[in-house]
């Protein structure tokens, strides 16, 4: 088997040249290596599990499937390249709008990359594997040649221009902090991919795929975050339930605040109206309520957003820049709380 | 097939055969070292710190069982956050059975060791200091336990905090003990907690000395069965420079020992001397609050026999000239808001504002001298403490 492998990356190689002129990959190149996935282990590179037919990870497998969030994670402007990987003929279960469940043996692999067509790098991929014990995260970091990623787990900093033209120390997180923001009651698990945040048109490709059994019932699903005309409640609530309701929801890495931020949460209270804060410090800034309806200026929740000191600034992990839209989107809301 | 061989070598590597241990020296790629040797632990394994500063960038973070991270003393090894970027702690643990010694951490951003969900944990000689003195944007908690069932804190030293030096939240089976809290707006506060025994300890030029609270609003509530005893509570005079909005921001200047909502505190054989505001404080939640869950008033909080010496003689408080000529210059050591329910040995003198309602402010005060009934029988100190096991470690 590994034999008949190399054998087929040396075609591939010799080959290169055509391959790179095509769109998509033909079916008959190598498949994912399902062992790199379930077995108790950390590969050194991410070309060991075969996510793409070539090692600087241009070419994405027959097998994955790319998807996008209606509102995603703010990560200092990085673009994503988010896909799945599920092994042939494994069902994924739905949960209404919540989750989807995945089988055994799936991948979800997001790389992070700034600057745009032919000046676009690399900086990061990283690996959830589900695994038979549950999931497991994994950081990759791409050399400056852009030829190959390797395992990180003690993470790093890279120096990035943004798309907004600032000069950061971007941080790329390590093992334990993936799990910081994956964990439910001291499990890793996934977050982006909930059905409610997700393409209808997705859930209707997987659905007559048979990768889903039908399309799950939905009350309502996010906004798509880019979109002016958005809904200002809707789009706030979709922000902070993926931004921050990782850590801030019953059983996670900040439960002990007291706050909850998950789109399903509807107690004001709870998601943080006149709410003091408990162990802020002076993360609060001084101010006395998480939101103070009407008065953004007054609400620990805009204050914390746009900080960027470590300390202050919230989310405390996977920003090193302030999410200038975000903060507008939160002030339209708190205001209009008070109307 | 090799493939099968050097996963079934992967697998049994992943059990605890062999504890083995791992050491770490300063220099070029700490961080990176540090955090590697931190997330490939086994569990028994111990990591060890060589002596030496740690220039570090960036919060670390420990998420196995049963390792032990030892320094070469609270002086010897220091990890430096002066310069940190990110994360909001200097270092974080999220595993159980954790034994943490030997070693210090200097101006971490945030908080310093904040240990959640993380049962049977041991700080022995651990030392977090802000270098600049109290300063309010120096971080909250220099070690901070929570939601933790068994913790243990020994002869560790917390200096600075803009909160609480040791902080010990919303957790069970706790003991703080033989440990200094210096300058800090609290020195050791008990939040939202059970089962606490807090003893031997220094609290000095703190804010508020030692603190024992129950608030509203979280998951966790319902603190009791306290124990603070043989604590030395000596000129905790600083003034409150903590960020307002945080509970402790109304923590009043020269305040002892305070004990906020609870049910079943001891505060016996202290030693008591120049805090100015009042060496025992015993009051209600002063706030108002939206949580049916909570109980606001302190309840059976006894006041054992303790040594009082200077106290109450400059306190923060309206009107304070008026107190103290009534009270002949010196107010009583025991202040009590007269909400829920209170007894002290006989010989106890002190104070009470007769307040009727909880969370109405001062308005209905009719400050009288203490009348509280003597204790009925023996405070029962079954289950207060953190579990013998975690003595064991530190043997």
Redesign the interface.
């Known amino acids: 088997m590994k034999r008949a492998f190399a054998l087929l990356t040396a075609s591939v190689l010799a080959f290169g040249g055509a391959i790179a002129a095509r769109s998509t990959v033909p079916d008959s190149l190598p498949s994912v290596d399902q062992s790199a996935i379930l077995t108790d282990g950390m590969p050194r590179m991410l070309s060991e599990f075969g996510f793409f037919a070539d090692a600087a990870g241009r070419l994405p497998n027959a097998g994955l499937i790319p998807y996008e969030l209606n509102t995603p994670l703010w990560s200092d402007g990085a673009d994503k390249l988010r896909f799945i990987y599920v092994p042939d003929g494994a069902l994924i279960e739905t949960d209404g709008e919540g989750l989807l469940q995945f089988p055994v043996g799936t991948a979800i692999i997001k790389t992070f990359a700034f600057g745009e067509g032919d000046d676009q790098r690399y900086i990061e991929t990283r690996l959830l594997l589900h695994r038979a014990d549950g999931w497991t995260a994994l950081p990759y970091r791409w050399n400056d040649e852009q030829t190959e990623a390797r395992l990180a787990i003690a993470g790093g900093r890279v120096p990035i221009t943004t798309a907004d033209g600032d000069a950061i120390s971007y941080r790329i997180p390590n093992k334990n902090q993936c799990k910081t923001c994956h964990s439910v009651d001291d499990a890793v698990v996934p977050v982006g991919p909930k059905a409610r945040n997700l393409a209808p048109a997705l859930l209707a490709q997987l659905a007559a795929d048979g990768r889903i059994a039908a399309v799950p019932e939905m009350a309502r699903i996010m906004p798509i975050w880019t979109e002016e005309t958005a809904d200002t409640n809707a789009l706030a609530r979709a922000y902070l339930d993926v931004n921050c309701a990782h850590c801030h929801q019953p059983g996670g890495g900040a439960s002990n605040s007291g706050l909850d931020l998950r789109w399903e949460q509807s107690d004001p209270f709870a998601l943080g109206v006149r709410k003091p804060p408990v162990a802020a410090g002076r993360g609060a800034g001084g101010l006395l309520f998480s939101v103070e309806p009407g008065d953004p200026d007054s609400s620990i929740l805009v204050h914390r957003m746009n900080s960027n000191e470590p300390g202050v600034a919230m989310p405390e992990l996977g920003r090193s820049t302030i999410d200038h839209r975000a903060i507008s989107v939160m002030r339209d809301w708190i205001t209009e709380m008070g109307q | 097939m090799?493939?099968l061989t050097?996963?079934a070598l992967?697998?049994a590597a992943?059990a605890p055969v062999l504890a083995e241990t791992h050491t770490i020296a300063p220099g070029e790629g700490s961080?990176?070292?540090l955090?590697?040797a931190?997330?490939?632990a086994e569990p028994g394994d111990e990591i060890v710190l060589e002596a030496g500063r740690y220039v570090l960038?960036?919060g670390l973070?420990?998420?196995v069982d049963g390792v032990t991270l030892r320094g070469s003393g609270m002086d010897g090894t220091v990890l430096d956050f002066t310069a940190?970027?990110?994360?909001?702690e200097g270092l974080?643990v999220?595993s159980d059975n954790v034994t943490l010694r030997d070693f210090a951490l200097e101006n971490?951003?945030?908080?310093g060791i904040k240990s959640?969900?993380a049962d049977n944990i041991v700080y022995y000689r651990v030392r977090v200091t802000w270098t600049n003195g109290p300063d309010?944007?120096?971080?909250?908690?220099g070690i901070?336990p929570?939601?933790s069932t068994g913790v243990l804190v020994d002869g560790a030293k917390v200096t600075g905090a803009?909160?609480a030096g040791i902080?010990v939240?919303?957790s069970n089976l706790i003991t703080v003990r033989n440990s200094i809290a210096e300058a800090n707006v609290a020195g050791i506060e008990i939040e939202n907690s059970r089962n606490a025994l807090v003893e031997h300890n220094i609290a000095t030029r703190n804010t508020g000395g030692i603190l024992i609270f129950d608030?509203p609003?979280?998951?966790?509530m319902g603190g009791g069965n306290v124990i603070v005893a043989n604590n030395l509570v000596v000129a905790n005079d600083t003034a409150n420079f903590?960020?307002?909005?945080?509970?402790v921001a109304g923590v009043l200047r020269g305040t002892g020992i305070m004990v906020m909502a609870n049910d079943y505190v001891l505060i016996e054989d202290n030693i008591l001397q120049q805090n100015p505001t009042a060496p025992i404080m015993v009051v209600a939640y002063t706030?108002s609050f939206?949580d049916e869950r909570y109980n606001p008033l302190p309840r059976n909080v006894v006041v054992g026999s303790n040594n009082y010496g200077v106290g109450g003689d400059d306190p923060q408080l309206d009107g304070a000239e008026m107190l103290l000529a009534a009270f002949g210059g010196t107010l009583p050591p025991v202040l009590w808001d007269g909400l829920g329910s209170l007894s002290a040995v006989e010989g106890t003198t002190g104070w009470s504002l007769n307040l009727t309602e909880a969370g109405a402010g001062l308005g209905g005060a009719q400050p009288s001298p203490l009348s509280a009934p003597e204790p009925e029988g023996e405070f029962n100190r079954e289950g207060i403490g953190a579990p013998a096991e975690l003595d064991a470690r530190i043997l």
């Open positions: 090799i493939r050097v996963g992967l697998l992943s961080q990176e070292r955090q590697e931190l997330i490939l960038t960036d973070s420990l998420d940190q970027k990110g994360a909001g974080l999220t971490p951003q945030g908080d959640k969900g309010a944007g120096n971080g909250a908690y901070y929570v939601e803009s909160d902080y939240g919303q608030l609003g979280l998951p966790v903590a960020p307002p909005g945080n509970i706030q939206d």
